[in-house]
């Protein structure tokens, strides 16, 4: 009898501890302010597999987003207050942007700079985290901005599906950059054609992509 008892207060014991394991929340060291690198968050832990609550610790910790990454979006976005269809047929407003606090943005629908400012600075933010999570090399500083400058444009397909990031997660930054000329397309009246516009933005993101 006894010795049941005390199997059941072990297993119980056991119980606990891995249940509490499971169950307490996983802080993500942050890169130092001193290095010149940036690490991936998901050298610690895959984003996708937080829960909501670490998710947000995650969110929370990432980098701000620099100026340069800013000002390269701004430049050759351009600013409209009032929405608009761009290329793809899709409504849009201010520098591009698509959503704003998570709301589709319909036709018609304005918007003051500061508060398009605002939106945009926030959705480069949640970019550069998932640039980090799918990039599994290091990265300065200017190549996270030159990567969040594409992915704003081009979408976050391409941190999935890409030989730019393929070349890049195996350490080839030289042909990881060759590769930012490519992404020059558009659809235009049903067509995917090069654009004057893309091909300047693409240089302009690979020159920030090669400066140290």
């Known amino acids: ?11 119980f014991r056991l119980s606990a501890l891995l249940f509490l394991s499971f169950s307490l929340p ?3 060291p942050s890169p130092s302010s001193a290095s010149t690198k940036f690490f991936p968050h998901h050298a610690f832990i895959k984003p996708s597999t937080l829960p ?7 969110l929370s910790s990432t980098p701000k987003v620099r100026k340069s990454t800013l000002h390269l ?16 047929g899709l409504p849009v407003v201010g520098y591009g942007q698509s959503k704003i606090s998570g ?4 036709l018609g629908q ?16 949640h970019l550069q985290l998932l640039v980090q999570a799918h990039v599994r090399v290091p990265l300065t500083p200017n190549q996270l901005s030159a990567l969040t ?8 397909g391409l ?15 030289a042909g990881a950059a060759r590769e930012f000329p490519r992404w020059n397309k558009a659809h235009l009246r049903g067509k995917l054609v090069p654009l004057p516009g893309l091909t300047k933005r693409r240089l302009a993101e690979q020159r920030l992509f090669l400066t140290p």
């Open 1 to 11: 009898m006894l010795f049941s008892l005390l199997f059941d207060y072990k297993s």
């Open 26 to 28: 996983i802080l993500t």
């Open 52 to 58: 909501p609550t670490n998710l947000n610790f995650l």
């Open 73 to 88: 979006v701004k430049q050759y976005e351009g600013f409209r207050s009032r929405a608009y269809l761009d290329t793809n």
């Open 103 to 106: 709301k589709p943005v319909r």
């Open 110 to 125: 304005s918007i003051s700079p500061t508060q398009a400012e605002a939106a945009l600075i926030k959705e480069l933010s």
């Open 149 to 156: 400058s594409l992915v704003y444009n081009t979408g976050p």
């Open 159 to 173: 941190l999935t599906r890409s030989t730019l990031i393929r070349k890049l997660n195996a350490g080839d930054y």
